[in-house]
Structures are given as structure tokens and as C-alpha cells.
């Protein structure tokens, strides 16, 4: 039998298989217009697939506000020298700490790029904190660096470094006006959510020295610093509709790095003033549900109270063969009734993806979207309980996860079948229209063509 740690770790990884479909297409609230996040940047996309020129070049996240007239973005910021970065990210010690450790710690018997491999595995550096590294060292110790580098020093010297920043722009005639830079961050940023009020940016950080993810809150105007709210959670949160209040999952007691599902909590965390908005994060957490949960486990949060989330269902004592092939999809109504209700009927649930990390709810709230193992597209409706497949089995990846335009219009990658090409569609009950079939090559490229 296999040991269930072991289990654990690899059901996870199945589950993962999507680690590099995200959300490509992102539809305004009043369902006019979309952000299309192609390989260039940002355009835009009108219901009958009109596109725009390039907007905003590196944008990897998007979220609209509520009043569908203003998005926040993730874009890539590239930095060549260390004296702009330092200026650009927090706690740039952490980096001049490190790049110092490095150099005095170096042997110069070993070759450059095996002792920088070492290093970051040692001390759990991220890929984009090693260019920061060389930066630092190219400009501040550039004798010192020269001779431990010796033959890669001619590749240093022309090193750049990358770093993150949420910049919240305004859309006026077709056109994206973009303010300064609310947050920056050497390491990746894995999501956003725009608050109701539009006054708060919860945004999910990953660091390669920590286990979990790392939640943080920033003033949408940028006039209050960042702040980090709490570590070690899942990574797609979700905002109440009138409190104020974020719901996530977070992780409970310590774990190793091999862990991959883990005993966490659903946790409900007051952020901002309910009146106002205003930002004002309590310390007072509300545990409402204990969970295994995976890095990917999600949380949406309905208009009459209910909370939505996925997580393993794993029942125990248990051996490895009644270990949790995916995960499923629960509801928490603690206005109403007192325990957590699988929201998918037995009978049903073979009909849709083993993993339903991957779903999403309509506006009126009635339907959810679910996505995945090749290309595997699903709608469920919450009070029939019925399923009803959009696109079977097809392909070896998942492209990118499916978004509502419209309470009964759903954006998906339809993927290739007479035309041997990746599309995207919108789907409504009846029929499938695409919007993609005549985007120029610049964006079809790494967004819907390899």
C-alpha cells in the first residue's frame, strides 16, 4: 500500500495540472468590454470580439473595479540598475544581505552558475531576487564580482532585474490612462481582488523562502503603504459584498516542504471600514470550517451571505485508496444552518472535473463555471443541480480558465476541432459564437497559438 504522506504529495501534483493555465480574458462588471492578456500585454475586447491595439505592454493580472471604469494590473517593471531597483522595492537590505552572504561564501573553484544554483536552493532565493543579486553586485561590488564571476562576468554585465507592480488605470475613449505604481515586488504576485467599495486591493504573493502564500492588503489610491495580512494561505481569496470583510483559507500549524494538502481553516478577517471603506484591518479572525486544502483552493463569496470554496474531502482514519482524487466544491451558510453542504449532488459530480479548483461564478449568481484536465469546460446550475458539459476531454492543457460576460454568457478557450485552432468563445445556452477568428497574429500568439 502506498504510504499517505506519499499519496498526499501526488494527488496534489495531479490536482496542479494547470499550474500554468490562468486567467487570460477578464470581463468588465457591466459585461461590455474585456481585458484580453496576450504574450505583447493588455488590449481590450468588445462583446463581438473588436480588439484593441496594444494598450499596456507586460501586464500579467488584471481586476475591474466595480464601476467597470477603472482596472487594476499586475505589470512587469524591468529594472538595469541596482540603484533604480533599490529605490523601486521594499526592504532592498534583504537583497544587499544577500548578494554580501554570497560573495563572501563563495568557492571560486566552483563555476559561477553552479554556486548561484546552490545558493538559491540553500537560501530559498526566488529566480527574480538572484537578478536583483547580480544587479547589486554588478554596480556596488563590481571588482569583487568581475573575479568570482570570471568567463560569465561579459553575461552580468548586461543583467536586468524584474519586479512586479499593481498600477490601477483608467479607461477614457479606448485607452488605458495608468497611475503610479500602489505596490511593488521583486517576487511574483498570483492575485487580485478589487473590493466592492473599490477602496481596497487584496493581491497574493508566492516567496520562494516561505511555504504558503503570502495575503496582503493595499490602499487602491496608494496614499497608505501595503501591508501584509496574514501568511500561509490559499491563493484566490475573496471579499464579502458589504462588510469588508475578506474570506480565505488558511493554513493551520507548520509543514514541510514536500506538504502539499494541508489542515487549514476558512477564515473571515475584517479589512475595511463597513461604512465607509476605509482601509483598517483587525487583528480578530473568525474560523467558520476546517479543510484540507491545496495552494490552488479558491473562495467566492455570494450576495446573500453564502460562501463558496474548494477544498479535499477526505474522511479518516483512511488508507491511501480513500484519499481524495481531486477537489470539490462546498457552501458555508452560517446565517442559516450550521455546517458545511456539498454543493454538488453524488449523482452528478462524475459529470464535471475531478479538481474543481478551477471555477467560477456567474453574476446573478445562479450558475458556476468549472475547468479542467484537457481543456474540460462545465456549467452547474446551483438550485437544479444539474451539470451540463460545454466542451468534452480535448486536449493535453488547460489554456485558460473560463470568465463570465453575462449571467448566462460564458468566455471560455474553445479548443481545436475542425480548424485545428484554440478560439475564444462565448457560450450561451444554445449555441457558441467565437470572438477570436479574426485577432491579428501578435495576439493570437502565446495566448491562443503556441
Known amino acids: 500500500m502506498k504510504p499517505i504522506r506519499f499519496f498526499f504529495a501526488a494527488a496534489c501534483a495531479a490536482l496542479l495540472f494547470a499550474g500554468c493555465a490562468f486567467q487570460r480574458v477578464f470581463w468588465s462588471p457591466d459585461g461590455k468590454q474585456a481585458v484580453v492578456l496576450a504574450e505583447k500585454g493588455l488590449y481590450l475586447c468588445d462583446s463581438e470580439g473588436r480588439l484593441s491595439g496594444l494598450l499596456v505592454p507586460e501586464v500579467r493580472i488584471a481586476a475591474w473595479f466595480p464601476d467597470s471604469a477603472q482596472v487594476a494590473l499586475v505589470v512587469v517593471e524591468r529594472f538595469k540598475t541596482w540603484s533604480d531597483l533599490k529605490k523601486a522595492i521594499p526592504q532592498p537590505s534583504r537583497i544587499e544581505n544577500l548578494a554580501n552572504t554570497f560573495l563572501k561564501g563563495l568557492d571560486r573553484s566552483i563555476p559561477w552558475a553552479a554556486a548561484a544554483d546552490a545558493f538559491k536552493k540553500a537560501q530559498k532565493v ?60 521583486l517576487c511574483p504576485l498570483t492575485d487580485l481582488r478589487v473590493s466592492p467599495s473599490g477602496t481596497g486591493v487584496v493581491f497574493t504573493v508566492e516567496r520562494a523562502q516561505k511555504q504558503g502564500t503570502e495575503l496582503w492588503l493595499a490602499d487602491s489610491t496608494g496614499k497608505k503603504p501595503a501591508v501584509e495580512v496574514q501568511s500561509e494561505i490559499a491563493g484566490f481569496p475573496d471579499w464579502e459584498k458589504s462588510s469588508g470583510a475578506l474570506v480565505f483559507i488558511r493554513a493551520v500549524g507548520t509543514t514541510t516542504s514536500d506538504d502539499q494538502l494541508r489542515l487549514g481553516v476558512v477564515t473571515r478577517q475584517q479589512l475595511l471600514k463597513k461604512e465607509t471603506g476605509e482601509i483598517a484591518p483587525k487583528n480578530e479572525l473568525e474560523e467558520m470550517a476546517g479543510v484540507i486544502f491545496d495552494p490552488g483552493a479558491k473562495v467566492r463569496c455570494l450576495a446573500d451571505g453564502r460562501i463558496l470554496f474548494s477544498a479535499a474531502e477526505i474522511k479518516l482514519p483512511g488508507t491511501s485508496l480513500d484519499m481524495p482524487k481531486g477537489h470539490g466544491l462546498f457552501a458555508l451558510d452560517l446565517a442559516r444552518q450550521a455546517t458545511v453542504i456539498s454543493l454538488i449532488p453524488p449523482g452528478v459530480r462524475p459529470e464535471l472535473p475531478e479538481n474543481l479548483n478551477f471555477f467560477e461564478v456567474s453574476p446573478d449568481e445562479k450558475q458556476i463555471s468549472v475547468a479542467g484536465d484537457k481543456g474540460v469546460v462545465a456549467v452547474f446550475t446551483i438550485a437544479s443541480g444539474q451539470a451540463e458539459t460545454i466542451q468534452p476531454p480535448i486536449m ?55
Do not use: M, Y
Request: hydrophobic share 40%; charged share 35%; proline share 6%.
Open 126 to 185: 526566488h529566480d527574480r531576487e538572484w537578478s536583483a543579486i547580480v544587479l547589486f553586485l554588478r554596480d556596488e561590488r563590481a571588482e569583487d564580482a568581475k573575479k568570482a564571476a570570471g568567463p560569465s562576468w561579459s553575461e552580468l554585465a548586461n543583467a536586468a532585474a524584474d519586479a512586479d507592480a499593481i498600477r490601477v488605470g483608467k479607461l477614457a475613449e479606448n485607452k488605458i490612462e495608468l497611475g503610479p505604481a500602489i505596490v511593488r515586488d
Open 396 to 450: 493535453k492543457d488547460l489554456a485558460g480558465i473560463p470568465n463570465w460576460r453575462a449571467p448566462n454568457e460564458l468566455c471560455f478557450f474553445r479548443q481545436p476541432t475542425e480548424t485545428n485552432r484554440v478560439e475564444i468563445a462565448l457560450w450561451k445556452s444554445g449555441g457558441t459564437r467565437i470572438l477570436s477568428k479574426d485577432w491579428p497574429e501578435e495576439v493570437r500568439k502565446g495566448l491562443l497559438d503556441p
